[in-house]
């Protein structure tokens, strides 16, 4: 009864306040004023400050974060979204944490690894604009691709930046004593020369104190892709193994048709996108896939339609409405991939970010929340 109670109150008091501020909360009214006195408050997102920034190698670099305490943590392998005020304007993009939560609880520390992206516009100011003591915020931590626990037998597959949520778990198991001695786990790294693999002395550490890790580090100049050889050749595999990727999208996708021809169980194949490689937005590319991830289809695109032409000739049925870009009805969270907006002749960011289906098509491999 008390807890009914309550409920309607906190109902009550809501209705009141948007009736009186049009605003869900009074921090949110008052925000443009706490921002005077406090420059980067946001009511949504956890105030943080940036306590060092490392660098990996020319390509990456790591933030090393203080949250505050209205943070709640996370679980090794899942991602957050940085958000940033750069000239004026906020700006967001979504980063896998790459350190573990046992380092988080015993430092109040998260490190994100970051790949700077040549062509990007965000990720190449980063590393020039932030310094120790600055503010960011964060959202609190999303995703389902998380530490695997009770599966007795793992393939890792990572492609460059991609080995960010796996480092955070391997670190787990490692500062966390919790690893189940009988699990067998072989991480098949791949990188695109050998001085592009990071935390490569931290995985050997971790083979050489667990007998049952095994790691690959996979010199793409000299090996190739990822192949059904390559994920043959593991003799420590079994028909129960687990496949988790995590890379570049059309490495994801790649490694998805690989472990479909090797009759691996669908429910035995998990993956995590982030985006592709920088790429010349001049050649774009004749066939292209798109993956509708929530709907577990994969299609090629060889004749230049519109997401929205091409979800619904796939029987996927997203919401829309004038079908020219004006109502915004059939927006969508694209998480990696680069679109061409055909109304306002532009080309997206690589990452994650909401478009407008009827007016995007696809350059290269996309994936969309849908």
């Keep these: 009864m008390q807890s ?29 004023l706490i921002q005077w006195v ?12 940036v306590h060092g920034i490392r660098h990996e ?14 943070w709640e943590g996370f679980q090794a392998g899942q991602y957050i979204e940085l958000t940033v005020e750069k000239d004026g304007a906020w700006v967001s993009r979504f980063f896998s944490v790459s350190s573990s ?17 040549e062509k990007g516009n965000i990720t190449p100011w980063l590393i020039n604009a932030l310094h120790r003591g600055s503010i960011v915020n964060l959202s609190q931590a999303m995703g ?5 626990t009770q599966q007795q037998s793992i393939c890792m597959i990572a492609g460059g930046s991609g080995i960010t949520p796996f480092r955070s778990m391997l670190q787990q198991l490692s500062l966390s004593q919790a690893h189940n001695p009988q699990q067998s786990i072989t991480l ?34 000299t090996v190739g892709n990822v192949s059904s050889a390559h994920i043959g050749l593991q003799n420590q595999l ?15 996708m790649l490694t998805r048709r690989i472990l479909e021809s090797l009759n691996t169980k669908p429910d035995h194949v998990h993956y995590e996108f982030f985006g592709p490689e920088p790429l010349s937005l001049e050649l774009e590319s004749e066939n292209t896939a798109v993956l509708f991830d929530r709907s577990h289809k994969q299609v090629e695109n060889n004749n230049n339609q519109t997401l929205l032409e091409l979800a619904e000739s796939n029987a996927i049925k997203p919401v829309s409405g004038c079908r020219i870009g004006v109502c915004h009805q059939c927006i969508c969270q694209k998480k990696s991939g680069v679109v061409y907006n055909t109304k306002t002749k532009t080309y997206s960011d690589t990452g994650a ?15 969309l929340d849908l």
Excluded at 6 to 31: C, P
Excluded at 101 to 117: A, C, D, K, N, V
Excluded at 144 to 148: V, W
Excluded at 243 to 248: D, L, R, T, V
Aim: hydrophobic residues 35%.
């Design 57 to 70: 190698n020319k390509d990456m670099f790591s933030l090393i974060l203080k949250p505050s305490r209205q």
């Design 38 to 49: 406090v420059p980067g408050w946001r009511t949504d997102l956890v105030r943080t400050r």
């Design 238 to 252: 079994s028909a129960n193994t687990h496949f988790y990727i995590c890379g570049p999208s059309p490495m994801i």
């Design 101 to 117: 939560p046992t380092y988080f609880q015993r430092t109040g520390l998260i490190e994100l690894s970051i790949r700077i992206q």
């Design 144 to 148: 389902e691709f998380t530490l695997p």
């Design 188 to 221: 098949l790294y791949y990188a695109r020369s050998a001085q592009h693999f990071l935390f490569k002395d931290e995985f050997k550490n971790f083979e050489k104190s667990h007998p049952n890790f095994h790691l690959k580090l996979m010199d793409s100049e």
């Design 4 to 32: 009914s109670t309550m409920g309607k109150r906190n109902k009550a008091w809501q209705w009141f306040i948007g009736s009186l501020t049009n605003h869900n909360s009074l921090a949110e009214y008052f925000e443009p």
């Design 353 to 367: 970010q909401e478009i407008q289906l009827c007016i995007s098509v696809p350059v290269n491999d996309v994936v």
